[in-house]
């Protein structure tokens, strides 16, 4: 049985991937940690600092904000606790805290934990090399009007993969309103829509003369993303230290 220590505990992925994990044998959450009190009862006990929560866990999921971040690389490092990290926004400053802890620690990172969303950017980079010439290449993203960040970090994401698998690199435009003129090839457009409870859509267009292809991820519920941060967890609690991400967990066949 897998130990977990959930950060950000009280937020909704938080709560549902107690749910998830409850309906598991395979895991069991140890503690919580949110700066958010627990409204009722919780059947592990919560803390408001890291630093309170018992370390006898066995992997920490972050499902927080960017400003819990060292806390809980200083908490993982003093345990020598593997970390399931599915909080986006982080600054470079950040990154690089990152990737100095997972010298020490094993860290399995994704922008998004849904496996479908990372096959979706295995897909779109395999499209990109194809249809590098000729064809334009937007991103469309949807969520719920409670998100606070656009574009999200799955977008940014997709995009990222996109450059990577082309021979030149496309500027990002995230707007057109201010500028008149015709789209210009050497850009990828990233576009977010928010409204209702929409959970998560994303969508690669490769706009080409007569024809366009479309890509596109949508998730029905939370729970995909609760069900992959397991999985990391199960992945990332016996590998050696080091930076590690879905393609990673694809690629794992031991």
Known sequence: MTRILLSGCMGKMGQTTA???GNSPEFVISAGYDLVPAAQAQTYPVFNSIKLCPPDCDVIIDFSSPQNLTAILE???????????????????????LADASGQIAVFQSAN??????????LAQ???????????????????????????????SVAQAIN??????????????????????????????????????????????????EITHKAASRDIFAAGALRA?????????????????????S
Not at 113 to 122: F, H, K, Q
Not at 171 to 200: L, M, N, W
Not at 238 to 251: A, C, E, K, T, V
Request: aromatic fraction near 6%.
């Open 113 to 122: 934990m849904s496996l479908g969303a990372n096959l979706l950017m295995t």
């Open 19 to 21: 749910r998830v994990a």
């Open 126 to 156: 395999t499209a990109a090399q194809a249809l590098e010439t000729g064809y334009d290449i937007e991103i469309v993203e949807k969520h719920h009007n409670q998100k606070v960040d656009a574009p999200s970090g799955t977008a940014l």
């Open 75 to 97: 908490y993982a490092l003093e345990h020598k606790l593997p970390l399931v990290l599915a909080t986006t926004g982080l600054t470079e400053d950040q990154q690089k805290q």
């Open 233 to 253: 967890a199960s992945f990332i609690v016996r590998q050696n230290p080091g930076l590690y991400n879905f393609q990673s967990l694809i690629g794992h066949t």
């Open 164 to 213: 990577s698998a082309l021979s030149a690199q496309r500027d990002y435009r995230f707007e057109r309103q201010s500028r008149r003129e015709k789209r210009p090839a050497d850009e990828i457009g990233i576009h977010a829509i928010r409204g209702g409870t929409i959970v998560g859509d994303h969508t690669v267009i490769f706009a080409g003369l007569d024809e366009v292809i």
